[in-house]
């Protein structure tokens, strides 16, 4: 694989026009823009422009082996549209990568397929996958492979731990519908998983799921690092951090301040789509209170189940770790709409934040900035 100087990404960031304040400032403050407007919506602002840490000792920010660690949003596949059951052929390679949570600060991650969350894989209920996970030569770390959408050992685990340089393959039936997690599940699984080793399969149910216009994919986990959130240099896992359930940061698709104009830009959303919103949680430990600033749940489809009838216009849901959970929202005003942790702390200050721009015109009947028209 290819390494690239970590100054390369902000030069990408800069030439892109996405990362001109991040790229100076290089630390959590840096990438505040968005943040400071979603907690001056809800926690009357957030005053730390520069990082709020004590200096440890590390060392200096690594060489990056990819630009970019977080995955595509819009990276998700098609709707089911068949309707007798399929065998599917599903390949993943567990690829051990540095790269920057924000610009200046570098971590190992361990990923399934070099990205955060790994892809989602998307079946209709009774078909069947052959899966093989393959663990390259030049890894450090033996992996493996539990989905929860399977009934067997570990979830698969059991039958899919291998050393570097190995590959496994399990075949099993997509029983029972809903949207689950899978996750590496070796025995220093809170490692694994915080450096990135989860994502989702979604199993749909034998009627599909209903339309809508768009479809989007996030993955929350937390990062444990010998490090505070914004220092700048190479970010260590740490044990005792993950023990005491202390995250340096929390981030969707494992980037701090991921999807907003200091990170990797706002999603654009056309006005009046329907967004259906698939939101795994990787944890490792803690639970997410998933909220839309601007917007809510209109229909929830509560811990992934979608057989059930969801939930309606819900503010405020708990995604527990190890759950993916789904929920569609309308988009009647333009606006940003901002997906975030309602443990706010977590996105002031850690960094768990990706907002939606919903782009078109203004609805004064719905919402009015300017009622008195002065
Ligand atoms: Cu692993």
Redesign the pocket.
């Known amino acids: 694989m290819t390494r690239h100087s970590h100054t390369n990404r902000r030069a990408f960031l800069k030439t892109a026009g996405i990362g001109a304040a991040a790229a100076f400032a290089g630390c959590t403050g840096g990438r505040q823009t968005d943040a400071a407007t979603a907690s001056s919506d809800e926690t009357g602002g957030d005053e730390s422009g520069e990082a709020s840490a004590e200096a440890t000792s590390l060392d200096p920010a690594a060489d990056v082996d990819v630009d970019r660690i977080a995955a595509d949003p819009t990276d998700v596949p098609d709707p089911v549209d068949w309707d007798e059951p399929r065998t599917h052929e599903v390949t993943m390679e567990?690829t051990e990568v540095t790269a920057e949570i924000e610009p200046g600060v570098t971590f190992d991650y361990?990923t399934f397929d070099g990205q955060v969350p790994g892809p989602m894989v998307r079946v209709r209920r009774g078909d069947t996958v052959n899966f093989t996970l393959k663990n390259p030569e030049d890894s450090g770390?033996?992996?493996?492979m539990d989905f929860h959408a399977v009934y067997g050992p570990g979830g698969g685990a059991d039958h899919t731990t291998i050393a570097p340089g190995e590959e496994a393959t399990i075949q099993y039936k997509a029983t029972y519908p809903g949207v689950h997690i899978y996750h590496?599940a070796?025995p220093n699984?809170d490692h694994?998983i915080s450096a990135g080793?989860f994502g989702s399969i979604l199993v749909e149910p034998k009627d599909g799921l209903p339309e809508v216009d768009r479809e989007l994919y996030f993955g929350q986990h937390e990062i444990y690092t010998n490090g505070e959130p914004g220092e700048e240099g190479h970010h260590e896992f740490d044990l005792d951090a993950a023990k005491a359930e202390n995250p340096t940061y929390v981030t969707y698709n494992g980037e701090a301040y991921a999807f907003t104009e200091s990170g990797n830009g706002r999603i654009p959303i056309d006005q009046g789509d329907r967004v259906r919103i698939f939101m795994s949680n990787g944890g490792p430990n803690l639970s997410s209170s998933w909220h839309a600033i601007g917007n809510v749940w209109d229909k929830l489809y509560r811990d992934g189940d979608l057989v059930s009838d969801p939930a309606r216009y819900v503010e405020t849901t708990p995604v527990a770790p190890g759950t993916v959970t789904a929920a569609e929202i309308e988009t009647p005003v333009p606006g940003p709409i901002k997906l975030v942790d309602h443990s706010l702390s977590r996105v002031v200050r850690k960094g768990v934040l990706g907002v939606l721009d919903v782009q078109g015109e203004e609805d004064t009947d719905i919402f009015d900035s300017n009622p008195d028209g002065e």
């Open positions: 567990t361990m770390m033996p992996h493996n590496c070796v699984m694994h080793m």
